[in-house]
């Protein structure tokens, strides 16, 4: 590979390990059988776990543990919300609460568009993460045969503040907008008051960051909510690997439990296969271009 | 500030400049009156344009001329579009005819979100401009006090096409894709058949990346065509700052001609007033408890 060869030339030592689908001894992934040739070291993509889902297993933990995270107190918190999500009482059940909501909201009154908006650079990817979680788990022909699925949208405040909540706030009233709030960061840093000669930087002299952070969170869903502009909003005690995997694995329980009420399979995606169908044969016409 | 302070400390050369609105010269603004005290070199920002227009100001060039940015070809690429756009013939027209169909589309077929979907890492900040420029120019009350707005998605492929398109396949028929195809990257790296032994890897051996960008790209748009789902493919030739100066005008004129169709000023943004509205009190309070 070239970037085998480049670590090599400059004496870098590296170590390649393979994460695949491990289940089936005979037809093994090419990415299993390089890794047998080659002696690599293998972790598993257990075998139906669908991408959305993976980040609760070997698929997730790989880049986790390279980069320090503790998968221990995520997996923690995961298994504390899978406790909560099995509760019979919807009151004591955050993911059934969130997805009925959520179903009454579409298709009563036509929310049919989830805006999911986290308050924090830091928790900017979770939105990206949630559009797949919703887009590939709902997204589908439900057993009425008519098509189902709620549009997730990515946001982050303050950032998106500015680039999408005019449509928010005044555009159709056909979304939900799903906030996170952190209560306490860890580190709050405060706004130094170096300026207060002018007016509107003395309002911000000697704030936290993390109270502005959430003082503009609550602004925007008091406009909405002003305005008959669903919104839910989920807070965290503070943002550690713990309150994440709850943050995660209940989003994981609510499109589980909203498939049910849809009447759509959460956990395969057959809409991919349309394209995936006509990639092949074009690719063998652009080799056949290529090479003739 | 603490910035400059870190700078010195290190005796790094550095320059403030300042972006801001000049036009008021009695209320001038915060950012304005430190110019002055400092003596920073100031760049203007025009009166009246929104942010998800300044990127054809000064407030887009001083960041691309720190970057090296080509801002004259972007330049003569916008006004190439401004030209056309004011074609009275609509199939001379670009942005009236897309502004047109989109309108179409969303009154009278219910697509009422326009997924943004470029192919290629490079655009993929391009969607995120173009969220802000949809929803802010749109989304609003229209002169028949109903509210309009089409809701932006951004997208990239060929990312998307695992996270977002199992939606756009089998999911409601709310929307409209707007692919951006670069019909020849500048760089055509072709994939090394180094493994040819695995039928898989080999099928992409000798196949430049670019022609498996656009593969993928008509796979997907004739997926979706195949089961009536709306979407439309802007080509361009290559990507450079005269294209892509095209492609962002071409849309600004967009939003301007769906607005008069839709009955709503492209140009204001009123939505967002609601929140600032209430920051201030809530700042105010937060003071106050924090100095008590």
Request: hydrophobic residues 40%; glycine residues 6%.
């Given at each position: ?101 959520k179903y009454i909201a579409s298709e009563r009154y036509g929310r049919i568009i989830e805006v999911f908006m986290p308050y924090g650079e830091a928790l900017h990817s ?73 007016e509107r930087l003395q309002a911000l002299g000697n704030v936290g960051i993390c109270d502005i952070l959430n003082i503009a969170l609550d602004a925007n869903r008091e ?70």
């Amino acid at each position: 590979m070239i970037l085998e060869k480049a670590l090599q030339d400059r004496n870098i030592n590296y170590e390649v390990v393979a994460v695949t689908d491990m289940s089936d001894d005979e037809h093994p992934t090419v990415l299993r059988s390089m890794a047998i040739e080659n002696h690599w070291k293998t972790y598993s993509i257990p075998y139906g776990v669908g991408g959305r889902f993976s980040v609760f297993t070997e698929v997730g933990f790989v880049t986790a543990a390279l980069v320090g995270f503790d998968i221990e107190g995520f997996l923690a918190g995961a298994a504390s919300m899978d406790a909560a999500c099995q509760e019979e009482d919807i009151f004591k059940n955050p993911a059934l609460l969130s997805a009925l909501l959520k179903y009454i909201a579409s298709e009563r009154y036509g929310r049919i568009i989830e805006v999911f908006m986290p308050y924090g650079e830091a928790l900017h990817s979770l939105s990206d993460w949630y559009v797949q979680l919703l887009s590939e788990s709902l997204g589908k022909m439900s057993n009425t045969c008519l098509p189902y699925g709620r549009t997730p949208v990515a946001a982050v405040g303050t950032m998106d503040m500015h680039a999408q909540v005019q449509e928010h706030q005044e555009g159709r009233l056909n979304k939900v907008v799903q906030f996170i709030k952190v209560k306490d960061w860890k580190h709050n840093l405060v706004v130094p008051n170096t300026h207060s000669q002018y007016e509107r930087l003395q309002a911000l002299g000697n704030v936290g960051i993390c109270d502005i952070l959430n003082i503009a969170l609550d602004a925007n869903r008091e406009a909405l909510s002003s305005d008959n502009r669903f919104n839910m909003t989920i807070t965290v005690p503070t943002l550690n690997s713990f309150h994440l995997g709850e943050i995660m694995f209940m989003h994981c329980w609510a499109v589980y439990f909203e498939s049910i009420f849809a009447g759509v399979d959460a956990f395969d995606q057959p809409g991919v296969e349309v394209y995936k169908r006509l990639i092949g044969p074009k690719l063998a016409r652009a080799k056949d271009t290529h090479n003739s």
